[in-house]
């Protein structure tokens, strides 16, 4: 398996990068090829050179939501922050995949479009955050989502509707078929720039008094089980403060992991597991991770 990168000299690449350097929980090995283009048509050329010598293709978005093993990943990481232009056309915002979700509601709030203030403090990428259909305080991205372009693994780019994307809690279609989301359309509704920029502080100030911001984490780490809430779960349990390695409970949101003292990567699956497990014997509810996690364990 080798990935030919002399014959795509215009592309910034970095060979076997700790990819620690991008991830916000701040752990992860390294990737043997780390690729940044800096347009659609230097993805589609990574993506077709990767086919046809049979190199596996990994995403990562912001990492804002990830955690990626000590041992890193094979084949070739591609991550788009060159990608984030963000447009608006009259009630509609389109951005491309690496632009942030938090530069999309702000795109939003200045033309005086409102129902995306949910996503306001949101740390992922808009790629990201259509792959997980990401949510916050009673919104998620399917309630705004129009279509997006996607680029099949095959080396085709459709066009994908709400429809097609078959969201559910922290899923979408994209996910399932390895699609690579290049842009996406939010549709949205005229509204006061003052009461849409105060609903965005407010959120803002919510998810600071209740989050560990101070702290590099994975964000939310478990998806929420029917019937419960996760944190006062894991509180019951007596599990908040809990430390392994240097990986934390957090004390501030239980549902939070938070990166106190070099953790690694091991370290979070290892109090990931232990939480699982105690809940389990404790009250019978199985806790299923909501962070996504990939890459090998170290050897």
Do not use: W
Not at 274 to 291: A, G, M, N, R, S
């Amino acid at each position: 398996m080798k990935f030919p990168v002399e014959k795509l000299p215009n592309i910034e690449f970095k060979l076997n990068e700790p990819l620690s350097k991008y991830t916000f929980t701040k752990t992860g090995g390294p990737a043997d090829i780390l690729a940044f283009p800096k347009s659609r048509e230097e993805l589609v050329k990574i993506v077709d050179t990767a086919r046809v010598n049979k190199v596996p293709i990994t995403i990562i978005g912001n990492a804002s939501n990830l955690i990626i093993k000590d041992g890193g990943i094979r084949g070739i990481v591609i991550i788009l922050p060159n990608l984030h232009k963000v447009e608006v056309s009259e009630t509609k915002v389109t951005a491309e995949a690496g632009a942030t979700i938090i530069n999309t509601t702000i795109a939003a709030q200045k033309a005086g479009l409102t129902g995306i203030e949910f996503a306001a403090g949101i740390p992922g990428s808009v790629g990201g955050a259509v792959f997980m259909n990401a949510g916050a305080y009673g919104g998620e991205i399917e309630d705004v989502f129009e279509s997006a372009e996607v680029l099949l693994p095959d080396g085709q780019i459709v066009t994908l509707t709400h429809d097609d994307m078959n969201f559910s809690y922290r899923h979408s279609t994209v996910q399932d078929d390895g699609g690579i989301v290049i842009s996406a359309t939010f549709a949205l509704k005229r509204g006061n720039k003052e009461m849409i920029q105060e609903e965005m502080d407010r959120l803002n100030e919510l998810r600071r008094s209740k989050q560990p911001l101070e702290y590099p984490s994975c964000g939310s780490v478990f998806k929420r089980p029917k019937g419960h809430f996760t944190g006062p779960l894991i509180i019951k349990a007596g599990l908040q403060g809990k430390i392994i390695g240097g990986a934390q409970v957090s004390m501030k949101h239980a549902g939070f992991i938070v990166n106190i003292k070099h953790a690694t990567a091991t370290d979070y699956l290892n109090l990931i597991h232990l939480i699982q497990k105690t809940i389990k014997e404790k009250f019978d509810v199985e806790l299923q991770t909501e962070v996504r996690i990939i890459g090998e364990e170290k050897k």
